[in-house]
């Protein structure tokens, strides 16, 4: 009885052993990637102009990103702003090479532009190759102290004061602004055309627009200072749980303002559940299958590497990844969106369209 359990914990050991080392091993053959991309530069475009977040993310991966790819390219991040990232999935899908050499990182948005088969939707989410997401989105309402408005409700009700938006067309900042005018009845003029929120904070500042919603993490960066002054305030949180880090207390959820079920869900459909995959990097259909797994596995290497992490705590950027089969799996959730919730929505985020 002895020798036969001593033989099976030497079985077991064996086996242990093997599986770890075929773990270990990368689904493709690294000599044949590295043979294509030593000497070459990979681009990674984003959407969005320059100095917002998602360039923000974009450069620091892309200063870490190229160590862990066999041959070890050069990583080079270009900036392709309009329609809310539509021009660059655009230019990526339909021009852009296929050969694992162009990373296309753009605003998870623009899957409700698909799901309503809008004129200029020229791609198709579902044959994007992800490799994953730095992280998700957790919006708020940031409105100016200069504005005169102290909090949500005075642009709801029979009396209600103006609040002036800035947003960017096709995106989630558009969305939520449309479904705080369409569906809570708020006092909102949406000022649209910006390429990016980098554009919109300079509006904030100059009282051109009043308020932005967007991502906290990317304000967070960006314009900490303008909340710890008092100059910037936050009047909800368009998210399905509190924030934890916000500089100001007692901060309203979404729901709050809210009177019916389905008011609540056409919030967590049109804009809280989307902001869990707005942050996507993709590459375009054709590229080869070892390149995007040698991709896939170095992007998911990148954000798990501690120099990053600790230029991530330094910039207050999170670090959160989504695996790239993660990613596909919320997207084509979205683009399956029963059709009840789906004819409810397009007047709300779609008007005129």
Not at 17 to 28: E, H, L, N
Request: with cysteine; hydrophobic share 40%; net charge positive.
């Amino acid at each position: 009885m002895k020798k036969v359990m001593f033989l099976f914990i030497v079985c077991l050991l064996f086996f242990a052993t093997w599986a770890s080392v075929f773990a270990a091993q990368p689904p493709f053959d690294e000599k044949v990637v590295a043979d294509f991309y030593r000497g070459q530069t990979i681009t990674i475009l984003v959407g969005h102009s320059a100095g917002g977040g998602f360039d923000t993310y974009a450069r620091l991966i892309g200063r870490h990103l190229g160590k862990y790819i066999p041959g070890n390219p050069n990583i080079i991040v270009t900036n392709m702003p309009g329609a809310g990232t539509m021009i660059s999935v655009n230019q990526m899908y339909n021009s852009g090479p296929k050969d694992g050499t162009l990373i296309s990182s753009f605003d998870g948005g623009i899957v409700t532009q698909q799901l309503y088969k809008t004129a200029s939707v020229k791609f198709d989410l579902t044959k994007l190759f992800y490799l994953g997401a730095p992280d998700s989105f957790r919006y708020i309402m940031a409105v100016t102290k200069q504005s005169g408005l102290t909090k949500f409700d005075e642009i709801l009700g029979s009396n209600p004061k103006e609040v002036k938006i800035g947003a960017t067309p096709n995106t989630g900042i558009e969305h939520a602004s449309l479904l705080i005018r369409n569906v809570l009845a708020g006092k909102v003029k949406m000022v649209s055309g910006y390429k990016g929120t980098a554009e919109i904070q300079m509006a904030m500042k100059s009282g051109e627009v009043d308020s932005v919603i967007t991502d906290w993490g990317s304000l967070r960066v960006t314009n900490l200072a303008d909340f710890e002054s008092g100059e910037w305030l936050i009047f909800a949180q368009l998210t399905e749980k509190p924030i934890e880090d916000l500089p100001q207390k007692n901060v309203p959820l979404i729901y709050q303002f809210t009177k019916y079920d389905e008011q609540r869900e056409l919030f967590r459909m049109g804009i809280i559940q989307p902001n869990q995959y707005a942050r996507p990097y993709a590459l375009p259909p054709g590229v080869p299958g070892e390149r995007a797994e040698a991709l896939r596995l170095a992007f998911e290497r990148t954000l798990a590497d501690e120099t990053l992490l600790v230029e991530a705590k330094k910039a207050k950027l999170g670090i959160n990844l989504l695996s790239g089969d993660k990613i596909r799996e919320l997207i084509t959730a979205g683009l399956s969106m029963p059709p009840r919730m789906r004819d409810k929505l397009r007047p709300i985020l779609l008007p005129g369209r």
